[in-house]
C-alpha cells in the first residue's frame, strides 16, 4: 500500500521560513511525478508546485514563485519544499501528492490527476 508522509509544517511570523518534507513508498521514485498542493480554509485544494520523476522539470504557482522550491530525494524517496519569505496568505494545510508515469520527465500540475495523497501538514503564517 502507497504511503506518503508529511512534516515539517508549523507556526511562523511573515518573512520567516519552513521546510516540508514527503516522504513516500512508491517504487521506482523516478518513474512518480510529485507535487505539493494546499488548501486554506474555506478555499479550494489549489497547486503549489510540481516535480518531475527526473527531478528536471519544475512548475510552481505564480503565487509562490520566487519564494518556493521543490526538490527531490530519490534515493530517499523524499520530496521536499522548501518555503522563504512566507507571508500570511501562505497559511494552508499543505499536501504532496504522488502519481505513476510512464515518461520520468512528465510534468503533472492537476490535483485530479495525482492518485496518492498524504495526510496534510499545518503551516500557519503570522503578521
Known amino acids: 500500500q502507497v504511503q506518503l508522509v508529511e512534516s515539517g509544517g508549523g507556526n511562523v511570523q511573515a518573512g520567516d521560513s519552513l521546510r516540508l518534507s514527503c516522504v513516500a513508498s512508491?517504487?521506482?521514485?523516478?518513474?512518480?511525478?510529485r507535487g505539493w498542493f494546499r488548501q486554506a480554509p474555506g478555499k479550494e485544494r489549489e497547486f503549489v508546485a510540481s516535480?518531475?520523476?527526473?527531478?528536471?522539470?519544475?512548475r510552481y504557482a505564480d503565487a509562490v514563485k520566487g519564494r518556493f522550491t521543490i526538490s527531490r530525494d530519490n534515493a530517499k524517496n523524499t520530496l521536499y519544499l522548501q518555503m522563504n519569505s512566507l507571508k500570511p496568505e501562505d497559511t494552508a494545510v499543505y499536501y504532496c501528492?504522488?502519481?505513476?508515469?510512464?515518461?520520468?520527465?512528465?510534468?503533472?500540475?492537476?490535483?485530479?490527476?495525482?492518485?496518492?495523497w498524504g495526510q496534510g501538514t499545518q503551516v500557519t503564517v503570522s503578521s
Open positions: 501528492a504522488a502519481v505513476w508515469t510512464s515518461s520520468t520527465r512528465q510534468s503533472v500540475t492537476s490535483s485530479g490527476a495525482y492518485r496518492y
Open positions: 512508491v517504487r521506482p521514485a523516478s518513474h512518480y511525478a
Open positions: 516535480i518531475t520523476g527526473s527531478a528536471d522539470v519544475f
